[in-house]
Nanobody
Framework: QLQLVESGGGLVQPGGSLRLSCAASGVTLAYYAVGWFRQAPGKEREGVSCISSRAGLTDYANSVKGRFTISRDNAENTVYLQMNSLKPEDTAVYYC????????????????????WGKGTLVTVSS
């Protein structure tokens, strides 16, 4: 059974950077599309970015385009989210989630489409 563990969250000043990691165990991530999601206090969980299993397809929410970069290392069974130029409104618990798919060129940021979830890591952007 796929298990996901996020790490890399913390407190950072506005304009700073963080890199989140999503480490998988139990099965290989190579057959899964993976997404990063976030949930701020009092708000619904929203998609931030996603990456396909093998074809390198990526997608981003408009709010993070040009600032965040998603990548994956299938050999390390890990997906990353590099976050630059962080803003206070990026403060949230960040989750990674995975969807098994035979389509190597698809990914999705739809919360309800994802099958497996990590427990999240808190990112706080504040001076």
């Amino acid at each position: 059974q796929l298990q996901l563990v996020e790490s890399g969250g913390g407190l950072v000043q506005p304009g700073g950077s963080l890199r989140l990691s999503c480490a998988a165990s139990g099965v290989t991530l190579a057959y899964y599309a993976v997404g990063w999601f976030r949930q701020a206090p009092g708000k619904e969980r929203e998609g931030v970015s996603c990456i396909s299993s093998r074809a390198g397809l990526t997608d981003y929410a408009n709010s993070v385009k040009g600032r965040f970069t998603i990548s994956r290392d299938n050999a390390e069974n890990t997906v990353y989210l590099q976050m630059n130029s962080l803003k206070p409104e990026d403060t949230a618990v960040y989750y990674c989630a995975a969807l098994f798919t035979t389509n190597q060129a698809m990914c999705t940021m739809r919360v309800r489409a994802m099958e497996s979830w990590g427990k999240g890591t808190l990112v706080t952007v504040s001076s």
